[in-house]
C-alpha cells in the first residue's frame, strides 16, 4: 500500500489578489515536498465545509485598514470549533512584512494582535508582505495608504507599484510546514 501522504488544506481571503497568488504558491512547494495541498476562496465561499482531517488547516488573510478581511475572521471561529489549535495555521499578508524583523508572531503587529484578540495558539504563524499597488487603488483608499506610508517611511508617489513579497521566503514557509505536517505522521 502506498504510504498516506501529509495533507494540508489552504483557505484564504484575498481583496486584491495578492493573498492567492501566495497560497497558490505555498500549495505548489509544498506539493514538491510531497504534502498534498487543497486551495479554498472564502470570497467565493464563505462557509465552505472544513476539511477536519487535514494533518494542518492554514488560514491566509489580507489585512484592510488594520484587519484581516471578515471572511477569514468569521472562518476562523468556525475552523476552531473543528478543528484544534494545534492543527491550525495562519498566514497574515499586510504590507508591515516588508520591513525585517515583522514576518513573525511577536514581530507582526496584526498578526499578534489577531492571536491575542482570539487567544489562538497555533501551530504555525507568519506574515508575509503583500502588494503596494496605487493606480489599482480607489482615490479614498490610495490617499489613506499613501498617508500610512507617510508615517511609516514607505513609496507615496501615487504611481507606484511594488510587489513586496518575498517569494524565496515563501518557499521556506512551504518547507517548515511540509517539516511540521510530516512530524505529526
Ligand atoms: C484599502 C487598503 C487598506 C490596507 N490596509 C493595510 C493596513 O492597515 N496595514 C498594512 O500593513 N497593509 C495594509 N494594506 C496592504 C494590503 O494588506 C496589501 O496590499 C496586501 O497585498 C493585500 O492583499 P490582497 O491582495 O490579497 O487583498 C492595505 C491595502 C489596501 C488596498
Known amino acids: 500500500m502506498m504510504p498516506e501522504r501529509p495533507r494540508i488544506a489552504l483557505y484564504y481571503a484575498s481583496h486584491d489578489g495578492q493573498t492567492r497568488k501566495i497560497v497558490d504558491r505555498l500549495a505548489g ?10 486551495v479554498v476562496d472564502l470570497s467565493a465561499s464563505p462557509s465552505p465545509t472544513i476539511d ?13 485598514y488594520g484587519f484581516h478581511l471578515r471572511d477569514a475572521r468569521r472562518f476562523l ?5 473543528e478543528v484544534p489549535d494545534s492543527r491550525i495555521g495562519v498566514v497574515s499578508v499586510n504590507l508591515t512584512a516588508r520591513k525585517p524583523g515583522r514576518q513573525t508572531a511577536q514581530g507582526n503587529v496584526y498578526l499578534r494582535n489577531w492571536l491575542k484578540r482570539t487567544g489562538l495558539s497555533p ?4 506574515a508575509v ?22 508615517i511609516s517611511g514607505g513609496p507615496t508617489d501615487p504611481s507606484t507599484v511594488i510587489e513586496y513579497t518575498d517569494w524565496a521566503a515563501v518557499e521556506s514557509l512551504a518547507v517548515e510546514l511540509a517539516v511540521l505536517v510530516k512530524a505529526t505522521l
Open 123 to 126: 501551530a504555525f504563524a507568519a
Open 129 to 150: 508582505a503583500g502588494k503596494l499597488d496605487y493606480p489599482a487603488y480607489r482615490w479614498f483608499d490610495r490617499t489613506m495608504i499613501r498617508a500610512i506610508m507617510t
Open 29 to 38: 512547494h509544498l506539493a514538491g515536498h510531497g504534502v498534498g495541498a487543497s
Open 77 to 81: 471561529e468556525r475552523l476552531r470549533a
Open 52 to 64: 477536519t482531517k487535514a494533518d494542518l488547516v492554514l488560514l491566509a488573510a489580507a489585512i484592510r
